[in-house]
């Protein structure tokens, strides 16, 4: 047990000893987060009277930056983030900044814990990847640090937003596909939740229906649902076939989700014809060969970057960013034989 009386200042760890609760509690009770009840909050503050704890986020106000800006990445095997990773450290080369990264936690796109973890450690800025969490969620979380969401089509006034449009490249794709003749295109895309209409997901999504849907397709829509990344990509595209190998096509929500389709395409020796979306460096390699959609991830991360920066030295009105995809046309997509 911490003794009370000793000389040296009580820190947030000896806090959480006194009420019993983790560090993470302490620091959510300090800053008024979501989701913290009356009990614990009795307790916290308790413990911080007995204590005379005086909160480190004081002492940080009184030194000024701690000059690192965290980011909230939804999945690490995603090369598309990658490319925004990189585009957010070039922004920062030259400056006193760093980059602190925290992944979400495993199963969820939403990344309210990792955002939290990187406001506790007093980060200058977030640059949180489309995470699920409500904006008004997020607000409370960060507690005014400058907040820069990238992927979701929020016009919140409280934070700034960098986005592809989505609805643009996603109608490229369509069309292109319908060029070549193809009616049966199904949507590779992710779960229910991370398609809700904000998301960049959720906008390509919808506009598949309604593309569908104006081309006189609407009986032919099929939507395949599957987890992150190649292997669940590739395993939802097997079950399709074996389920009703109708399909012609293939329209991946990202890249990852169609390199994983034209896996299972490959090994199942079927003629579909298969497009993704944000053109990752592997896209390009001949033996994939991977037509899709270009988004300039690196910078969009430079963007998000100088929106942070912006807001650190004083604007005080939310900037909303929008950069333009291209189709790009590789040897994936044919047409149906």
């Not at 598949?208 to 395993?235: C, H, K, P, W």
């Not at 399909?247 to 890249?255: M, S, W």
């Not at 060969?289 to 942070?308: C, F, K, S, Y």
Request: without cysteine.
């Amino acid at each position: 047990m911490t003794d009370p009386g000793r000389r040296r200042p009580a820190t947030i760890e000896d806090v959480a000893i006194r009420a019993g609760v983790s560090r993470a509690a302490v620091s959510k009770v300090m800053r008024n987060a979501y989701g913290v009840s009356d009990a614990m909050r009795e307790r916290v503050n308790a413990a911080m009277a007995e204590l005379n704890y005086r909160p480190r986020i004081a002492a940080r106000a009184m030194r000024g930056q701690t000059y690192t800006i965290g980011v909230e990445i939804p999945d690490l095997g995603n090369q598309f983030l990658t490319r925004v990773v990189d585009g957010a450290l070039a922004a920062l080369s030259g400056t006193a900044y760093q980059l602190i990264i925290a992944p979400a936690e495993a199963g969820t796109r939403e990344g309210l814990k990792a955002i939290e973890a990187l406001v506790d450690r007093a980060v200058d800025g977030v640059l949180a990847v489309s995470p699920r969490v409500d904006p008004w969620v997020l607000e409370r979380a960060v507690g005014g640090i400058p907040v820069v969401m990238l992927g979701r089509h929020d016009n919140d006034a409280n934070y700034d937003t960098v986005v592809g449009d989505d609805a643009a490249g996603t109608r490229s794709v369509m069309a292109h596909l319908f060029g070549l003749g193809h009616r049966r295109i199904a949507h590779l895309t992710i779960d229910e939740a991370s398609t809700e209409n904000r998301s960049a997901h959720g906008i390509r999504l919808r506009t598949y229906l309604e593309e569908m849907t104006l081309a006189g397709f609407a009986n032919d829509i099929r939507v395949i649902r599957t987890g992150e990344g190649q292997a669940a990509g590739s395993a939802a595209i097997r079950a399709a076939l074996d389920d009703d190998p109708t399909f012609t096509a293939v329209f991946g929500g990202h890249d990852e989700l169609a390199i994983g389709a034209l896996r299972a395409v490959a090994e199942s020796s079927a003629h579909i014809a298969v497009a993704g979306y944000d053109d990752v460096p592997i896209a390009s390699h001949p033996a994939l060969g991977l037509t899709t959609v270009r988004q300039p991830g690196a910078e969009m991360g430079a963007r998000a970057i100088e929106l942070l920066l912006e807001r650190m030295n004083g604007r005080d009105r939310a900037a909303h960013v929008a950069f333009t995809p291209e189709l790009v046309v590789r040897t994936s997509t044919f047409p149906p034989g």
